[in-house]
């Protein structure tokens, strides 16, 4: 039943059963009910009950944590998730591990934006005699590809035993994304000459992908002599692409083309998005509220896109009307979301719905801590800054230091002040001058002069000013 719904996408009611089946005890779950709990948490997003269902198979008799199905199904979660410390932990300790354990990992490095460590278990995997599936091979070509490795990408590609369209289009995108839209083309009719037929997605990646408006017209062009000109997929990228390069006009004139029971997602969010970018809030929140009065659900960029246009004091009901909307959302639990929230709320002053929203943010990142500490220094709460400060669970940087540093000064607290520059040493910060500038500031304030002169001319040998 439980893998039933988590095959039909019904995850929700999935994780639901699962949880009655463990209030009630009286059935114990198999490798299956676990792996399908686990697929639902996945597809959720939750990391609080995937862990929970990940100690409850470390008990279990009958499903150890070292069955590879189970354990991939973790990997996957934890990546998944969010959480890639635990899941790259939880690889490692894998006593067996299939291609699916190493796809699992490797995407999830790729997807998470750290490619250095993909590479580096790639290199493993292949070692151990293993191929990765067609997924992570077209993630790594367009890693590669995105950080201007087009060499690698090409070589990967040409080493792919099939290529679709997909895969096309991702070696595309690279080229064109790094200027070199010549190639790009070269590539689209070489494909063309493989008898691999272009769809609307291709010539949308190609749109999007483009550096100029100029390379983005030519490919137009192209989509359009190939019958396209009407399909909603390229309008929407056209959106985009004008929107992108300010011609807000234009965008709006193909958007409106649009017939109505195509303009989705996409398409809403590039001409919303296209307002925002160029400061034409009041637009961007009318086109928000007109696209949720025909049903269709905002995704997380359209989410961020209007928060960050209710950033100031004179549109915080707007911006609560938002976040009422956000909390029916699926996009709530998106940390960009989250992080725009929180940043919302502190622009517009309202520190305590800042902290409410900071409170429930799931995966903090050290942008999110920032962001409520510098508003808390910024309003005079420096006891609030230092108290976040002590519960962080992320690095500090220099901005946060600086930020700690001042709320010291505030405070006159010399001890905690001098705690921070310790920090800042052990870290290696103190070449920053914004942070160097706060300690002394912070020493001067707390009347201990020597020790600011000293902090002064150990600034000097660091290059700071």
């Not at 019904?10 to 697929?39: M, V």
Request: charged share 25%; glycine share 8%; proline share 2%.
């Amino acid at each position: 039943m439980i893998a039933g719904y988590v095959h039909h996408g019904r995850h929700g009611e999935a994780l639901d059963l699962f949880l009655n089946l463990e209030c009630e005890q009286r059935i114990q779950p198999n490798r299956s009910i676990f792996a399908s709990a686990l697929a639902a948490c996945t597809h959720l997003g939750d990391l609080e009950h995937g862990r929970r269902i990940h100690e409850r198979i470390h008990h279990s008799k009958i499903a150890g944590v070292h069955d590879v199905v189970i354990g991939n199904a973790l990997v996957t979660m934890y990546a998944r998730c969010g959480d890639l410390v635990s899941a790259r932990e939880f690889f490692e300790g894998m006593r067996e591990k299939n291609s699916m354990s190493w796809n699992a990992i490797i995407s999830a490095y790729v997807q998470g934006g750290h490619p250095r460590e993909a590479l580096e278990l790639f290199a493993r995997m292949t070692g151990n005699g293993l191929k990765p599936d067609l997924i992570v091979q077209n993630a790594l070509m367009s890693m590669y590809a995105k950080c201007g490795e087009l060499d690698e990408a090409r070589r990967i590609f040409f080493e792919l035993p099939t290529r679709d369209v997909g895969a096309w289009a991702c070696l595309m995108a690279g080229y064109a994304q790094h200027g070199d839209v010549a190639r790009a083309l070269e590539l689209y009719n070489r494909m063309r000459d493989e008898k691999v037929e272009a769809n609307a997605a291709i010539f949308s990646t190609l749109i999007a992908a483009c550096s100029t408006l100029k390379e983005g017209e030519l490919v137009r062009d192209l989509a359009f002599a190939c019958g396209f000109e009407a399909d909603p997929i390229v309008q929407a990228s056209l959106v985009g692409m004008y929107g992108k390069h300010g011609k807000i006009e234009e965008a709006r004139r193909i958007f409106d083309n649009i017939h109505g029971e195509n303009k989705d997602v996409a398409a809403w969010s590039s001409i919303i998005s296209a307002y925002a970018r160029h400061g034409l809030t009041d637009e961007a929140l009318r086109l928000f509220w007109r696209m949720v009065s025909r049903g269709v659900e905002p995704n997380a960029m359209i989410f961020k896109s209007v928060i960050c246009c209710c950033a100031s004091g004179e549109a915080l009901e707007q911006g609560k009307a938002v976040h009422a909307r956000l909390k029916e959302s699926p996009s709530r639990e998106d940390s960009a979301v989250q992080n725009a929230l929180v940043g919302m709320y502190c622009k517009c002053g309202s520190l305590d719905d800042a902290r409410a929203a900071f409170d429930v943010t799931k995966r903090r990142d050290r942008h999110t801590w920032t962001t409520l500490i510098m508003a808390y220094v910024q309003k005079r709460k420096p006891e609030k800054a230092l108290e976040l400060y002590h519960g962080m669970d992320v690095e500090p940087d220099e901005f946060i230091l600086a930020s700690v540093a001042a709320a010291c000064s505030s405070l006159g607290s010399l001890e905690q002040g001098m705690a921070v520059h310790s920090r800042a040493k052990s870290l290696e910060l103190l070449g920053c001058e914004v942070l160097g500038t706060a300690l002394l500031d912070m020493y001067v304030k707390c009347k201990r002069l020597d020790e600011a002169r000293k902090l002064f001319w150990e600034l000097q040998a660091t290059n700071v000013p």
